[in-house]
């Protein structure tokens, strides 16, 4: 069976009560440490997240991602902070990506930096009110922004999407996006509409970019997935079959793909069929997949 789903590992407490108090922020900022991320990735050391020491926020509002052993834990934007600052920092690692960063720490490493990249994207992209277009404050020491014009208080959003094995007579649904290699494939997978449930988005999602009619959809485990916000709801559904096509240009191909084939290409002894790579839902759904068919003779 498969393992923990990456990115899913932050162990602190996420302070909620803590964060409303601006002394004790300031206290947890004297005595915490920060995790530090930028538009090019984390930074590393040693297999860890680089931590700094008693952070300041060099006229930043601090980001406070929560208490780990009642010490404050922060997330820190690299690409804020004055040259000088960021330039000692850069010497204790290096930069690497966060899909890198989700196979090469451990799993509560690569949930600490999932949920810190997650906060800072959102605060880089949402510096202005979008009622009024002022510029917006840090609230609740990075849990909202407050906009001082208009009083609005936006809070960070997650785009929830569906991801899906599609299972028929023992062959599974995948599908390759225009612009992968040849033989790169994997789950289909879509965001949920306003005013729609998950159960319906799954079912849509594979008529749409399918042409196969999906039923009985059972939902299996999420995963945060901040490329930039999404969270990933993964589901298990069955068909009664059909020809699978492309229908909305988002697929190269579609196909059913035999267990065996998978199996083979899980084991890497499949060099026709690629599949995603473990940091992802999407093998975590496929491993699942194909570890609970029955054995065929």
């Not at 538009?39 to 860890?48: A, S």
């Not at 849990?143 to 899906?164: K, N, S």
């Not at 793909?257 to 940091?279: C, F, K, M, S, T």
Request: aromatic letters at 6%; charged letters at 25%.
């Amino acid at each position: 069976m498969p393992g923990q789903r990456p990115f899913t590992g932050v162990t602190l407490d996420r302070a909620e009560l803590e964060r409303k108090d601006p002394a004790i922020v300031s206290r947890l900022l004297e005595r915490g440490q920060a995790v530090l991320a930028g538009r090019d990735g984390v930074l590393v050391g040693d297999g860890m997240l680089v931590r700094e020491e008693a952070p300041h926020a060099d006229g930043h509002e601090p980001i406070l991602l929560g208490l780990q052993d009642a010490t404050g834990v922060f997330a820190v934007d690299l690409d804020a902070l004055p040259e000088a600052r960021r330039s000692r920092l850069l010497e204790h690692g290096r930069l690497i990506g966060l899909r890198e960063a989700g196979a090469e720490l451990g799993h509560a490493e690569a949930g600490l930096a999932a949920y810190a990249t997650a906060l800072l994207n959102w605060h880089r992209r949402h510096r202005f009110c979008a009622n009024c277009g002022s510029p917006t404050e840090v609230q609740d020491a990075g849990y909202a922004r407050h906009c001082p014009r208009c009083e609005a208080t936006h809070f960070p959003r997650t785009d929830p999407v569906v991801i899906m094995t599609v299972e028929c007579d023992g062959h599974l649904l995948l599908g390759r996006r225009s612009g992968w290699p040849a033989g790169r494939c994997s789950v289909l997978a879509g965001f949920i509409s306003p005013g729609e449930s998950a159960e319906e988005a799954v079912v849509r999602e594979v008529r749409e970019e399918a042409g196969i009619v999906a039923r009985d959809p059972v939902y299996v485990a999420s995963q945060p997935w901040p490329f930039p916000s999404s969270l990933m709801l993964g589901f298990d559904a069955r068909s009664d079959g059909g020809e699978p096509r492309s229908g909305d240009g988002e697929l190269a191909e579609v196909r059913w793909v035999a267990l065996q084939a998978v199996r083979e290409a899980l084991a890497g002894r499949n060099p026709e069929l690629r599949l995603p790579p473990p940091i992802s839902i999407a093998r975590f759904l496929i491993e699942r997949w194909a570890a609970e068919q029955p054995e065929t003779d």
